[in-house]
């Protein structure tokens, strides 16, 4: 079996307690990640909703990047819509230098328009933010002197006082299970990561290789510098002593997850992403792994051996789970899981 990564995927949901402690509770288990050694911490940005209590991925990645030493960090990923690409450009260069040359940039577009619509963003039109900001991002970082004159983005003589450590900037990533957004990141060199049954992921991956195959030498890549790109699936997973207390712990803690990652949409009267989010439904596509040690190491082991993939990234907290009961299962997944797949 081919050497595998692992790494730790996060919302930083509401959960229960306050913020203060919910912030030191999770420092606490990516050290944790760090120590046992996970490849990378990947944080999701939203906003306006529970779901999401670092909003300011940047800010909260300052911190993990003074308490950890090795693991690599990084959005998953920055809404580039949202952002004035001059700001980010100093804000990634800002903690790519912080961390030591550890950061994983992830990008997109966004999920969900009713983030957007907050900042007064239509989804139907970010493609075209989407593209010209990365484009700015880009010449930022490898340029002296940032001059570009857009539809949404105008800069003029603007000294590039702070580079990124990582040359010429730090490795992309695009989040997808969207096959046409699939053949993008293949074709540019993306790190990528997706959700979904392993039946889709081995499509996906199969799909990003051929791509990836076949444009590899082309000089205008925009993620070229990376020579071997990681394929991630994500996962929830919830490990306890047995199954049965695995499912009953972790029934609850979705429970309360999914009001989280329904509350904005359900607000305003959407329901349209419910059955993406059903426990049912995740637990039989196995996007959803609650169980035993020895459960759990099966599900992934079939995951590693059968989807294609070289990467395997785990949210373990989520919900109502406690503190405790995450990095138990943490401490579970990184004695009885990853000895067994690696």
């Given amino acids: 079996m081919a050497k595998i990564a692992f790494g730790m995927f996060d919302w930083i949901d509401r959960g229960t307690g306050s913020l203060q402690s919910l912030y030191a509770e999770r420092l606490d288990l990516i050290a944790a990640a ?4 996970f490849w990378g911490y990947h944080l999701a940005e939203h906003h306006a909703t529970p779901l999401g209590m670092a909003p300011s991925p940047a800010v909260f990645l300052s911190a993990v990047a003074q308490r950890t030493t090795r693991i690599r960090l990084g959005p998953m990923a ?10 980010l450009i100093e804000e990634v260069c800002m903690l790519d230098h912080l961390s030591g040359g550890r950061i994983e940039l992830g990008i997109s577009r ?24 990365l484009t700015v991002f880009r010449a930022g970082m490898t340029q002296q002197v940032l001059s570009h004159e857009g539809e949404f983005f105008q800069y003029h003589d603007v000294p590039m006082a702070i580079q990124s450590l990582q040359k010429p900037y730090p490795p992309l990533w695009y989040p997808t299970h969207n096959p046409d957004s699939v053949e993008y990141a293949a074709r540019h060199g993306y790190h990528f ?10 499509e996906l991956t199969a799909l990003y290789r051929k791509i990836w195959t076949a444009h590899r030498n082309e000089a205008d890549r925009i993620n ?8 991630a699936a994500m996962r929830q997973i919830f490990i306890a002593d047995t199954d049965e207390e695995a499912m009953r712990v972790g029934r609850a803690a979705y429970d309360a997850w999914f009001k989280s990652i329904t509350w904005l949409w359900h607000r ?27 459960k759990i190491r099966e599900q992934i082991t079939r995951l590693v051996a059968e989807s294609g993939i070289n990467y395997v990234i785990s949210a373990f907290a989520w919900g109502s789970l406690t503190h405790a009961q995450s990095r138990r299962s943490l401490d579970l997944f990184t004695r009885e899981v990853m000895p067994a797949v690696v």
């Fill in 34 to 37: 760090d120590k046992a050694g």
């Fill in 78 to 87: 920055f809404l580039l819509p949202l952002y004035d690409p001059l700001r």
């Fill in 110 to 133: 966004g999920v969900s328009p009713h983030e957007l619509a907050c900042f007064g963003v239509d989804a139907a039109g970010t493609r075209a933010i989407f593209d010209e900001a």
């Fill in 193 to 202: 990561a997706s959700l979904g049954p392993i039946g889709l992921l081995k």
């Fill in 224 to 231: 070229g510098h990376i020579s071997d790109p990681k394929l």
């Fill in 268 to 294: 305003r009267g959407d329901h349209a992403v419910d059955q993406l989010f059903d426990w049912d439904a995740g637990l039989a596509a196995e996007t959803i792994l609650v169980g035993s040690p020895e």
